[in-house]
C-alpha cells in the first residue's frame, strides 16, 4: 500500500511485513499513471528498505474506493486524493471556526459518489452546544461522532480500527490534535495553517499513519479546496440504492431538484421518502453552490 508521495517518489509498506516501508518510483511503462496514497501498488526491485534502495512500481490495482476533488467547481481536471479509504472522517468545529453545512454536505457528495461512508467527525463541544448542526443531516446516512480534546477516543477508534480512512476538514478545526492523540507518533503540527505560500516543511501531501490497534488514518493536509466539477446530480442519486431506479423515470436533463425547476422529477412519486428526499436535495443544491471550502 502506498502510504506517502513525495516528488516522484512513493514511500510504500509490503502485505507480508508492515513495518518495513520502502521507498519506490513509477516504471516507465506507467506513464503518468497516478499513483495516489491508499493505493495498492505491485512492486519489484529491491524491497529491502535498506537506505537509499528504491524499488519500482509496475502497476496500480483497480481501486475500490476513490476521493476525488477538482481545484474548484470549473476546472476541468480531477485528482484523485486517496484511493481505497473506506470511510471520509468529516472534521467539524462546533465554535471557532463556526461549523457550516455546505462544507458538510460537499464532503458528504464527494464521499457518497467515490464509495467512502461518510462520518461527521465533530470536536471543540467544550466550547459550543451541539444545537441544531447535525440535526440538519438526520435524513441522510451519516454517522455522527464527537473526538474533541474532552472526548474519550473509543467511539471514533471504534469507527477506525482495521480500517483506511481519510479525514479533511477545514484549518483550525483540531484535525492535526486528533491525529496525534489517535497516532501518538504521528506529530502533526498543531495550529498550522496548511497550504500555500509556507515554509517548505510545512507537509501539503496526504499521509497515511498506521492507528496503533490496525487501521490506517490518512490526513490530507494540502486539501483546502474541494471542487465538485466531476460530479452530476445523477451521480449523487446513483450513490443511494433506494432512489436510484426512480431516476430513471425523470424528463432528460432533470436535474432533480423538484419543483419550480423540475416538475416532473420521479423522486416526487414516491411514496413516504419525503423528508430523505428533501435532505439529498440539499446535497444536489450545495453541489451546485459553486463555493469553495
Ligand atoms: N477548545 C478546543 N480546542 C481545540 C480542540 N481541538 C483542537 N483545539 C485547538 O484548536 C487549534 C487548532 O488545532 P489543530 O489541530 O492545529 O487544527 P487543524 O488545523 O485542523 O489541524 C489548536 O489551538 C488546538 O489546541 C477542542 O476539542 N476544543
Ligand atoms: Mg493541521
Ligand atoms: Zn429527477
Not at 41 to 68: H, M, Q, S, W, Y
Not at 230 to 244: K, N, Q
Not at 259 to 276: I, K, N, V, W, Y
Request: glycine letters at 8%; aromatic letters at 4%.
Amino acid at each position: 500500500m502506498v502510504v506517502a508521495v513525495d516528488r516522484g517518489r512513493w514511500g510504500c509498506v509490503l502485505d507480508d511485513d508492515p513495518d518495513r516501508r520502502i521507498v519506490a518510483m513509477r516504471a516507465r511503462e506507467l506513464g503518468r499513471t497516478p499513483i495516489v496514497v491508499g493505493d495498492q501498488v505491485d512492486v519489484v526491485g529491491d524491497l529491502t528498505g535498506k537506505p537509499d534502495t528504491l524499488a519500482r512500481i509496475v502497476r496500480v490495482n483497480e481501486r475500490r474506493t476513490v476521493l476525488r476533488r477538482t481545484a474548484d467547481d470549473t476546472d476541468p481536471f480531477e485528482r484523485i486524493v486517496v484511493g481505497n479509504a473506506e470511510q471520509l472522517f468529516i472534521v467539524v468545529a462546533l465554535a471557532d471556526p463556526p461549523p457550516r453545512t455546505g462544507f458538510v454536505e460537499r464532503a458528504m457528495v464527494a464521499a457518497y459518489v467515490g464509495g467512502l461512508r461518510p462520518v461527521l467527525c465533530l470536536t471543540k463541544r467544550d466550547l459550543a452546544a451541539e444545537s441544531e448542526f447535525a440535526a440538519v443531516f438526520a435524513d441522510l446516512d451519516l454517522t455522527i461522532v464527537h473526538a474533541g480534546i474532552d472526548d474519550p477516543l473509543e467511539p471514533a477508534l471504534d469507527l477506525l480500527t482495521d480500517r483506511l480512512t481519510a479525514f479533511i476538514g477545514h484549518s483550525g478545526v483540531g484535525k492535526s490534535t486528533l491525529v496525534n492523540r489517535l497516532v501518538p507518533d504521528a506529530y502533526r503540527a498543531v495550529g498550522e495553517v496548511s497550504g500555500v505560500g509556507k515554509g517548505k516543511h510545512t507537509s501539503t501531501q496526504s499521509v497515511a499513519l498506521p492507528l496503533p490497534g490496525g487501521g490506517w488514518v490518512v490526513d490530507t493536509p494540502g486539501v483546502r479546496s474541494f471542487g465538485l466539477a466531476h460530479i452530476t446530480p445523477d451521480d449523487v442519486i446513483a450513490a443511494f440504492s433506494d432512489l436510484a431506479e426512480a431516476i430513471e423515470n425523470c424528463p432528460r436533463g432533470c436535474t432533480h431538484l423538484g419543483p419550480p425547476a423540475d416538475p416532473e422529477c420521479a423522486l416526487d412519486e414516491l411514496p413516504g421518502t419525503e423528508q430523505r428526499v428533501a435532505a439529498i436535495r440539499r446535497l444536489l443544491v450545495a453541489l451546485n453552490s459553486n463555493e469553495s471550502w
